[in-house]
């Protein structure tokens, strides 16, 4: 018999089932409408892509489907490029990627649908892993949102894409914006800089200067903030998780720490 228990730490909301531990926005709805989750490392590695032990992997996205109530080829997984691709998934592409990356969703950061049963994933290990749910609609969607997919707006384009598509209202979305590399662990260089500059607008508010010239602190989360903000969601839909990858390194894993390892962050409409 499984058993619940609600943990909240440092103002975030955990839940463990059987010692393992995952995160939940307070801002969606639970275990009503819709299921989301941000494992953590007590699942142990989420990602085909960079394991050693594949059926390791496997073994651990079982086991994180079990204790969420689902079944395992409800995921769709995505080959995650820092690109600014979007896909819409429809019922046929269930499982894939679950078993064998090479059958992941290819070259891929987001992800969409409005049918029930679909479990759409992104990975993350520092990147910020986006959740949006638009329950008028009843449309979800993931994205993959390091550096370069802020700065190529991929927030904005998941949006766009829900709007498109299924005719969902931003003002009605709501986001929440999950662990990843806090802006104090977060320096980057002049090339980071740049990129931004380039495509971003009112771009120097996401940086802070860093201990040497030519280095910068980033704001991802800030800058993704802002993205939805200018598509029109509402500032009280969007949530913020606030733990840094790297600072919470006990909980997530951080590339920034030398982690290979992933963790997961998924939804689906029940």
Not at 92 to 115: F, H, P, Q, R, W
Not at 236 to 257: M, P, Q, W
């Amino acid at each position: 018999m499984y058993v619940v228990q609600q943990v909240v730490m440092k103002k975030n909301t955990f839940y463990t089932m059987n010692k393992q531990k995952y995160f939940q926005f307070k801002l969606f709805p639970q275990k009503q409408a819709i299921l989301h989750f941000v494992s953590t490392k007590h699942f142990g590695n989420m990602s085909l892509f960079t394991a050693i032990n594949q059926q390791t992997v496997i073994e651990n996205r079982k086991k994180l489907a079990s204790t969420l109530g689902i079944d395992i080829n409800n995921f769709v997984f995505q080959q995650q490029v820092h690109g600014t691709k979007c896909t819409s998934i429809s019922a046929s592409d269930k499982g894939k990627g679950v078993y064998n990356y090479a059958t992941a969703i290819k070259d891929n950061d987001a992800m969409i649908t409005l049918e029930k049963g679909i479990c759409l994933t992104a990975m993350a290990g520092d990147c910020v892993p986006l959740l949006f749910y638009e329950p008028e609609q009843k449309a979800i969607g993931v994205a993959h949102a390091g550096w370069r997919g802020t700065y190529k707006k991929i927030a904005q384009k998941t949006i766009e894409k829900m709007s498109l598509e299924f005719g969902c209202k931003p003002e009605n979305i709501i986001a929440g914006i999950g662990p990843s590399v806090g802006s104090a662990n977060y320096e980057v260089d002049d090339f980071v800089y740049n990129q931004f500059k380039m495509h971003i607008d009112n771009f120097e508010k996401f940086f802070s200067k860093g201990k040497e010239k030519g280095k910068y602190y980033l704001d991802l989360w800030a800058a993704n903030k802002e993205q939805l903000l200018e598509m029109g969601l509402k500032r009280e839909n969007i949530e913020i998780s606030g733990l840094c990858s790297f600072a919470e390194n006990d909980l997530f894993f951080s590339a920034r720490r030398g982690d290979k390892e992933r963790f997961m962050a998924g939804i689906m409409i029940l």
